[in-house]
C-alpha cells in the first residue's frame, strides 16, 4: 500500500470528525502475508489498505471497531500464530510464522470556535493553539484578523481557520464541525445576543460558553425566552460566566488561562 494511502485516510477521518484505528503491522517472524510497517486504517464503516487479509485482517478489523465502539484510547498489541493449529473466528492462516499487529486508536479532534478575537479572544487562541484541535477565530472586524495581529499564532500547534464575517457572524456556526465548543466573546453586546439565539438552534454544537456580568446574562437570558421562543432547558445549553471561579483577575491573560483550563476538564467529559 502506497504510504499516501493510510495517510490520507487517517486525514479524511479527521477532517469528518469519525473515530478510526491506525493497524500496523508491528513485526513479523518467519512467513507471513505483509512486511513489518504494512497499515490499514479501520472506521466505524469502511477501511482503507491492508495487512494481509483473511484471519490476521478479519480478527484486526472486528478489535479496531470494538475500541472505536468504546472509546479506546490505549494503544495495544495483538500476536497472531499463522498456523493450522491457532484456530481464530474467521479460521485458519498457515503461513507458519508470527506477527505482531499495533492497533492505535484515532481518537476525533476536539474542535474549538472563538467569536471575537480581542484582547481576551487572543490570548485565548494563543493557549488554544499549543494543542492539537481545530481552532476557528471569528471577528465582524478585519483589524482584529490581520496577519500580523495572528503572527503570534504562528508556530501553532492547532489547525487554525480564520473567518472574517463583517456581516452576520452567527452563520458560521451551521458550518463549524459536528461538536464544536463555542465560546462568545464579541466586542458588541447586540452580536453576542445574536450569536446565542442562533447557537442554541445549531443542534450539532458541543458546549456553548459566554463571557460576561451576571447583568449582562439576566438580559440575554429573558431576551432568548421571550423573543428567542427558547425554553429553560435550552437556554441552559449556555454556560456563563465562563472560566474557574477559583481563578481571579481581569486582566485578559489570566481570563484566557482561566476558560482554557475550564474548557479542557470540557474535552475530558465531552462525547463524539
Known sequence: MPDSTWVAAVAGLRERREPGVLVTV???????????????????????????????????????????AASVSEPELRDFA????????????????TVVVLLEPLPVTQAVAIFGVGHVG??????????????????????????????????AVAALHVHHTPLLPEEVLAHLPRGTHVLIMTHDHAEDAALCDAALRTTHLGSIGLIGSSAKWARFR??????????DVVIDRIKTPIGLPDIAGKEPATIAVSVAADLLRVFGTAGD
Open 122 to 155: 487572543l490570548e485565548l487562541a494563543r493557549i488554544l493553539a499549543r494543542h492539537h484541535l481545530d481552532l476557528h477565530l471569528i471577528d465582524s472586524r478585519a483589524d482584529m484578523l490581520t496577519d500580523e495581529r495572528l503572527d503570534v499564532l504562528a508556530d
Open 26 to 68: 508491528a513485526s513479523v517472524r518467519g512467513h507471513a502475508p505483509r512486511d513489518a510497517g504494512a497499515k490499514l486504517v479501520v472506521g466505524r464503516a469502511g477501511t482503507w489498505g491492508s495487512i494481509g487479509g483473511g484471519n490476521i485482517e478479519a480478527v484486526a478489523i472486528d478489535r479496531a471497531r470494538e475500541m472505536i
Open 82 to 97: 499463522l498456523n493450522d493449529k491457532a484456530v481464530d473466528r474467521h479460521g485458519v492462516q498457515c503461513c507458519g510464522g
Open 222 to 231: 429573558k431576551r432568548l425566552s421571550t423573543e428567542g421562543g427558547h425554553d
